[in-house]
């Protein structure tokens, strides 16, 4: 179990992630069933693929209203690679064998449980106990499957797959077990913003799309406030009045980590040659692999954006990045943009002096 220092930095980490996630699939007795035998140590794009599948054609063609003619058709199969991958294709439009076995397995399991419907699985999944009742009882499906199934029944619970422990490895500082993380977010469920159901997709989302990507949004601050102090030390140093004719701001945390933002620095009244409210625009691209950044000098005037990492520059990973590349990559960001920051400026001290 996570000590009580763990679970606060947890419990933090969790409320420092965005909250967005897909939406789910309308629930669907039959897909809740196949979801749990194709979705663990799969590619979603496979399993979105075979649920498709079934879905636009042999839901309709091999007439499946639900358990019972789902049993009666699995019956028509034997047990050897051959038969399962002719029903594997005709189901799922694949040829995945070993998850047609596990299919045929936990649908046996299913009904000498009684569970025949939506209705009756919630309630299996609400009461059910790993150890007591799923153990063993599928040869296949274990912990991480067994409590996949119980998130989307409804169940408060987290899947503890590769990301959610990778997750919390990264904030504890060592690879919890299965069991300590499913433990630490059931315990954390009532302080979270979002529900675990939820949390479950932002933290696959977070883990999978962007730190695998050599992104790690915590750097993204980091960067923007150093910029901002850069940017900052040079106005005071060209022109130490700036602040009465002009702003300087920088986006929330929030919007920093996760979104597309930035700062801006913009003129209050025509000066310069700069008209109210012109002035230099420097933003982040959508998360995405690196760290692209695009500038727009007078927004809304005859400039157009561009993107300050063109060809010449490779966009900066900043997930593990040090401090002295840091410190070069910020420098490299402000020579381009300094040009014309700098010469509005020296412009407007040069007419006060």
């Known amino acids: 179990m996570l000590d009580q220092h763990e679970l606060a930095w947890l419990l933090a980490a969790c409320e420092e992630l965005p909250d967005f996630g897909e939406e789910d699939r309308p629930f669907d007795y039959l897909e809740a069933l196949f979801i749990t035998v194709l979705d663990f140590h799969s590619r979603g794009e496979m399993v979105e693929k075979a649920l498709d599948h079934y879905t636009a054609t042999a839901r309709a063609k091999l007439k499946l209203t639900g358990h ?103 904030v504890i500082g060592r690879r919890p077990t299965e069991r300590e993380a499913v433990q630490a977010f059931v315990a954390l469920a009532p302080y979270l913003k979002v529900p675990l159901a939820r949390l479950d997709k932002i933290i696959w989302t977070t883990e999978r799309e962007w730190i695998d990507e050599g ?107 040090t401090p002295d590349r840091m410190d070069d990559y910020l420098h490299e960001v402000i020579t381009i943009v300094g040009g014309w920051l700098l010469l509005a400026a020296s412009t407007v001290q040069g007419k006060d002096s």
Request: with cysteine; proline share 5%.
């Open 68 to 170: 019972q003619s789902l049993l009666k058709w699995l019956a028509r199969y034997g047990d050897n690679q051959a038969e399962l991958e002719k029903a594997s294709l005709a189901l799922w439009g694949n040829r995945h064998w070993t998850r047609l076995r596990l299919l045929k397995q936990l649908v046996a399991y299913f009904d000498e449980q009684g569970v025949v419907d939506a209705t009756t699985l919630r309630h299996w999944a609400m009461k059910a106990d790993f150890e007591r009742d799923f153990k063993g009882r599928v040869k296949g499906l274990g912990y991480t499957v067994f409590h996949w199934l119980q998130l989307r029944c409804g169940v408060p619970t987290i899947k503890p797959d590769v990301w959610v422990l990778n997750f919390v490895q990264r």
């Open 215 to 321: 992104d790690c949004p915590g750097m993204r601050i980091v960067f923007w406030r150093l910029m901002q102090q850069l940017m900052v030390s040079r106005l005071d140093a060209c022109a130490p009045g700036w602040r009465a004719w002009a702003t300087l701001t920088v986006d929330a945390p929030e919007r920093l980590r996760y979104g597309i933002g930035g700062l801006e620095w913009r003129v209050r009244r025509e000066i310069g040659g700069w008209m109210p409210g012109e002035g230099v625009k420097l933003w982040q691209d959508e998360p995405a692999e690196g760290f692209p950044l695009i500038v727009e000098i007078n927004a809304g005037a005859e400039a157009a954006p561009f993107c300050l990492m063109d060809e010449h520059y490779a966009p900066v990973e900043l997930f593990g990045l």
